[in-house]
């Protein structure tokens, strides 16, 4: 059984930086696809990174690229979100997803994961 539980959400001004963390359980030893999305009040869902298990990273927003990070330590089953020069409108419900054992990051849809943390919150002051 997946789960996945996420946390390091804060507030911060224009410029900060975070680092999110998701403590997964379940997924080991299976080759599958993990996504951090974010949603924010009046939104939809939207993927801004992704990674494989097996380390290699899939995917980055356009909107986050240079300045947010997907990283992972296999060893502990944690996966990470280093964020900088955050922005207010990074302003947002931070969640972890993954997807099927066998899953890809071809598609950093919210319909393609089935699994989901509870999600973090971030704040971004002007």
């Known amino acids: 059984q997946v789960q996945l539980v996420e946390s390091g959400g804060g507030s911060v001004q224009t410029g900060g930086s975070l680092r999110l963390s998701c403590a997964a359980s379940?997924?080991?030893?299976?080759?599958?696809?993990v996504s951090w999305f974010r949603q924010a009040p009046g939104k939809e869902r939207e993927g801004v990174a992704a990674?494989?298990?097996?380390?290699?990273?899939?995917y980055y927003a356009d909107s986050v690229l240079g300045r947010f990070t997907i990283s992972q330590d296999n060893n502990k089953n944690t996966f990470y979100l280093q964020m900088t020069s955050l922005k207010p409108e990074d302003t947002a419900m931070y969640y972890c997803?993954?997807?099927?054992?066998?899953?890809?990051?071809?598609?950093?849809?919210?319909?393609?994961?089935?699994?989901w943390g509870q999600g973090t919150q971030v704040t971004v002051s002007s």
């Open positions: 990674i494989y298990t097996s380390g290699n990273i899939a």
């Open positions: 379940g997924i080991a030893y299976s080759s599958r696809c």
């Open positions: 997803a993954a997807n099927e054992a066998g899953g890809y990051c071809s598609s950093i849809s919210a319909a393609d994961f089935g699994y």
